[in-house]
């Protein structure tokens, strides 16, 4: 009995008392909602959302700037004689810089950055490319850089493009890299000198560039002036970038099946050196305003065995002679351009390009390699907004081949015309 009113007088307590929570609840009181990024202290997302139509009168797949076939397509073949209408909006990027702890002076960074060509080619295949994964560390003048990044032959300054590898003499390669800056600053002149160690990993077969065959590392040297003596042009100022790089590919050693040797172990060299420039013409000393601003601006490069490390027409890195020995196959490029602003949110590019290759006469199977390629290519750009721009670019390409194709054609020529629409963020 006196279990079952203790038991009564419990149940009793807990009613009244949710009884009462109900009729008078109680909030409490909610703050901010706190949003913490491991150690870092500050975190800046960025990117853009872009939009992409294009029309070009030869099927030449030139996906996010980048022509699938290295070259434009010959006529009287499928692609040759193909015209396309494409929509594309996987150029969209995105990434973050991440702001963190100093030690010993030095201040540390990190940015990661993305594009939707994961998938490569599979326009079923939207998914993140991971294009930088960098750490910094900066302390006054010094900045030591680690990681991965879209390494240019010559990066500081790249043309406003669309289709950008149509541009001869800017090519690309993804680079695992240490990375020493060191700046000199006097008065509006700052000079640089910088130290760059890296390792070219594209090639998910291990049949590239990268450490598994590496015989010694990408070196580069490279010495910058940067100067705003001439004022800004479209916000920038005059820039000059000297370039060497030096480095040496080894294959595997000698394979053999059953005894007998069926690859044979070789390795080359790599080198050259490269011009960037951009030169303000006309020219405010105010940063901001653009309006009446011209710029010339450019490349100019050389060496052997550079890979599509410089351009597409030099994609081919070595060859093999008819006596069996190796050969490394030398080029040249670049181009030039000018940038004029009519307003300080319309601007016009025109900008034309080269690269052509030497010594191939004596190259197996080199009878259907480009030659040299050429493209001149004119757009204009309106930014009524920060978040907003809008661009219209003609391209007009053309490949000479070394070999003539069964119509007695040896140059194959391209002309597209692109539609762009951009939101930044």
């Known amino acids: 009995m006196k279990s079952f009113i203790r038991l009564t007088i419990a149940l009793t307590f807990i009613f009244v008392t949710a009884f009462l929570t109900l009729i008078n609840p109680v909030y409490a009181k909610v703050s901010q909602t706190d949003v913490t990024c491991g150690c870092a202290k500050k975190f800046i997302f960025y990117g853009y959302v872009k939009f992409r139509a294009s029309y070009e009168d030869k099927s030449a797949s030139i996906m996010g700037g980048m022509i699938n076939t290295r070259r434009v397509p010959w006529d009287n073949t499928t692609k040759g004689e193909n015209d396309r209408l494409y929509f594309n909006a996987r150029q969209t990027r995105f990434g973050w810089m991440m702001y963190g702890d100093s030690f010993y002076g030095w201040k540390t960074s990190g940015r990661m950055e993305f594009d939707m060509y994961g998938g490569g080619h599979d326009h079923h295949g939207e998914v993140p490319r991971m294009r930088i994964g960098k750490l910094y560390l900066t302390k ?243 930014r009524p907004a920060r978040s907003i721009m809008f661009g219209l670019e003609y391209l007009w390409a053309k490949n000479e081949f070394i070999k003539t194709d069964a119509y007695g054609n040896d140059d194959a020529k391209l002309n597209a015309i692109t539609f762009s629409a951009y939101y930044f963020f």
């Open 140 to 382: 006054g003048n010094t900045k030591i850089t680690m990681g991965k990044g879209w390494a240019l032959f010559g990066i500081h300054h790249g043309p406003m493009v669309e289709n950008f590898m149509t541009i001869v003499g800017n090519g690309f390669r993804r680079a695992l890299m240490i990375d020493i800056l060191q700046k000199f600053p006097m008065s509006k002149n700052t000079f640089g000198a910088e130290l760059n160690v890296m390792t070219y990993d594209d090639d998910p077969k291990g049949a590239g560039f990268n450490t598994e065959n590496l015989g010694f590392p990408y070196t580069s040297v490279e010495l910058s002036l940067i100067s705003k003596t001439l004022g800004y042009a479209g916000g920038k100022p005059l820039g000059l970038w000297l370039q060497g790089i030096y480095g040496n590919m080894a294959e595997p050693n000698d394979i053999y099946k059953n005894g007998i040797k069926v690859r044979s172990g070789d390795d080359y060299d790599v080198w050259g050196v490269d011009l960037d420039w951009y030169i303000p013409i006309i020219s405010s000393k105010d940063r901001g305003k653009k309006a009446g601003n011209l710029a010339f601006s450019g490349k100019a490069y050389y060496g052997q065995a550079l890979g599509n490390a410089a351009e597409r027409c030099l994609l081919y890195t070595f060859a093999r002679k008819k006596d069996g020995s190796i050969d490394e196959v030398k080029g040249y490029g670049g181009w030039i351009g000018l940038s004029y602003w009519v307003t300080n949110h319309v601007w016009f590019d025109v900008y034309g390009g080269y690269a052509a290759i030497d010594d191939k006469n004596d190259w197996i199977g080199a009878d259907t390699w480009v030659n040299n390629a050429s493209a001149i290519i004119a757009n204009v750009w309106w």
